[in-house]
């Protein structure tokens, strides 16, 4: 049997004018969707893993199932089974704004997915200055990663982390991450010095797609979370999204602590004893008063 016309397993890649693009073994079909699917109501999403049967003789592929269910789906940016979030940074040039990227990791910790630190421009700092930001993120057990597009340094360490892997880009404009992208894919995104050059407007449409590039690099090509305000969520959750609270939280007095102004507090007594960075608790408490402002302002 000729293997081209049997049941190939893919990802949707892209959606265009009712077609999608799957990428299977290295190929690209463009498929129409036909399958049972359909009459349930399920609509295809970027990301989807399916089942197609590839056209013969000019007749179109057909997806003919999606794997369900998904590891998670988004609306804003519309695609599924994001596997990992890698949130990038600057290490400096911006300077890290951690009260920002706290959001992004919020967004993360809030949905489930997994995440890792990407600190970009590494060779405009000190190894000194790169213990400051692993600091910042003590206890909480996330991977760190510093890396540089100039130099190349920690690229291929962090290349060999995402391959095969459906990962998201988040993080503020200029630290790089197109840089970064067309670095560990071979993609070709605008960077940074392109655009100011075309002076292309911020407002281009564009299609959400996930770019597949070299050594199995799966990146969604969209600008990540776009809504930059703390999901939604009650302000006694957000302590579920700091894994570094998780130890010391048993030794609170009250079992609803907040962590903020109740005695005997065992996450307080960790940031007295450094073993939680100021950064982070600072955040939580901004983040926490925020939360609580706007829920009650319904
Ligand atoms: N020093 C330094 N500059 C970088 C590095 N990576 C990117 N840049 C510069 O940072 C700017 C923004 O890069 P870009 O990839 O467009 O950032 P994006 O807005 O996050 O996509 C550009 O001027 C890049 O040349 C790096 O590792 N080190
Ligand atoms: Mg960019
Ligand atoms: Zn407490």
New binding site residues.
Partial sequence: MNPEHSITKGTIIKGIGGFYYVEASGRVYECKAKGLFRKKGITPMIGDNVIIRPGENGNESIIKAIVLPRINSFIRPPVANIELSMI?S????PDPVFSFLDRLIIMSEKNETELILVF?????ITEEQREVIRNVYKGTGYEIYF?????G?GVELLKSRISGVKTM?S????????????MLGGFE????????KTGRGKHTTRHVELLVGKDDIRIFDTPGFTSFEVPDMKAEELRYCYPEFEGHEDRCRFSGCTHRSEPDCGVKEALNNKEISEERYDSYVRLYNELKERNSSY
Avoid: F, Q, Y
């Avoid at 600057?90 to 040039?93: F, M, P, R």
């Avoid at 970009?120 to 405009?124: A, F, G, I, R, Y």
């Fill in positions: 990038v600057a290490s400096a040039e970009n421009k590494c060779d405009l890396v540089s597009t100039v130099t340094e880009l993080g503020a404009s200029g630290v790089g991450k197109s840089s970064l992208a067309n995104m605008e960077t940074g010095d392109v655009s100011r």
